[in-house]
């Protein structure tokens, strides 16, 4: 099986714009997690969402915000775009997230100037 | 909610030593813990996991220890090589919880 796919791997983004992340989870998962990777910060979640329902949300702003489409795979968007956000920003996916392992894509390197 | 520490924050070993990472957690309804390596560039990957009606598994070289009464874990790995240098997270889920906690992460050094 394939593994859990990001696109794009790296981003280059200024201060004020908007960015859209792309996760194809891996065959036959249908949860999917998003999660921020800063060195000070360790893993903070996003949100998880789970048959195009959002079941769960972290404690981020509301210019985070994800979706998931009918085939699971899942996108997240940050608007407004601050020099704070620059992060690795990796995608998890699951069965049915119930207390199952989560396995991690490669992430997507954001970097904000 | 629950909430999972991790120690050390940094392991510096020799190869061919032992390294120990420990982890306590504070939901006593916590059921599963993975174990999760992430080399420099890459996604964490899971190495390893238990659930709380095991005590101890191993997988070759690495192992893993739970003591529920104590609320703590523990990743042992033996014999370490270089390519062991990485990134270590613990995490603790309950079954009625959708996603893990993370602990902050080890990073683990293995001297050649």
């Known amino acids: 099986k394939a593994g859990v796919t990001q696109t794009p791997r790296y981003l280059i983004k200024t201060r004020g714009q908007q960015v859209t992340l792309s996760c194809s989870p891996i065959?036959?998962?249908?949860?999917v997690s998003w999660y921020q990777q800063t060195p000070g910060q360790g893993l903070q979640f996003l949100f998880e969402y789970f048959s195009e329902t959002q079941r769960n949300k972290g404690n981020f702003p509301g210019r985070f915000s994800g979706r998931q489409f009918s085939n699971s795979r899942s996108e997240m968007n940050v608007s407004t775009l601050e020099l704070g956000d620059s992060a690795l920003y990796l995608c998890a996916s699951s069965l049915r997230g119930d207390g199952e392992t989560q396995y991690f894509g490669p992430g997507t390197r954001l970097l904000v100037l | 909610g629950e909430n999972v520490e991790q120690h050390p924050s940094t392991l510096s070993v020799q190869e061919g030593d032992s390294a120990v990472i420990k982890c306590t957690y504070s939901?006593?309804?916590?059921?599963?813990f993975p174990w999760y390596k992430q080399e420099l560039g890459k996604g964490p990957q899971l190495i390893i996991d238990?659930?709380?009606?095991?005590g101890e598994k191993k997988d070759q070289r690495i192992a893993v220890t739970l003591n529920k009464t104590a609320k703590h874990f523990s990743l042992h790995i033996t014999e370490t090589q270089p390519e062991d240098s990485a990134v270590y997270f613990c995490a603790g889920q309950s079954g009625g919880s959708y996603i893990p906690t993370f602990g902050r992460g080890t990073s683990l050094i293995v001297h050649p």
């Open positions: 939901d006593s309804a916590s059921n599963y």
């Open positions: 238990i659930r709380s009606n095991v």
């Open positions: 065959s036959g998962h249908r949860s």
